[in-house]
């Protein structure tokens, strides 16, 4: 699995798209115990959640928080 920033444990963003409406989408994953992989898409700013079913929503508020944390870092990232 590609990392574009760890979040927690074995959670990342995979990867970054800037949309042509100025928006973000941040492809998340991660690697449970079996090797299965999850998978969600958060667009920021607004926290716009796609495919986020393999996640609980505990598991959601969590990540959303990290990427709060990590906004600065994200969005320089997806800039350079």
Do not use: H
């Not at 979040?7 to 949309?19: C, E, G, M, P, Y």
């Not at 716009?48 to 929503?57: I, N, V």
Request: hydrophobic share 40%; proline share 1%.
């Amino acid at each position: 699995m590609d990392e574009f920033l760890e979040l927690s444990n074995d959670t990342v963003i995979a990867d970054a798209q800037v949309t042509f409406i100025g928006t973000t989408k941040l492809f998340i994953e991660n690697r449970d115990e079996d090797g299965s992989v999850r998978k969600a898409v958060c667009e920021v700013p607004g926290y716009k959640w796609e495919s986020e079913d393999d996640f609980s929503e505990e598991e959601i508020g969590k990540i959303k928080a990290m990427i709060k944390d990590q906004e600065l870092l994200i969005f320089s990232g997806v800039i350079l």
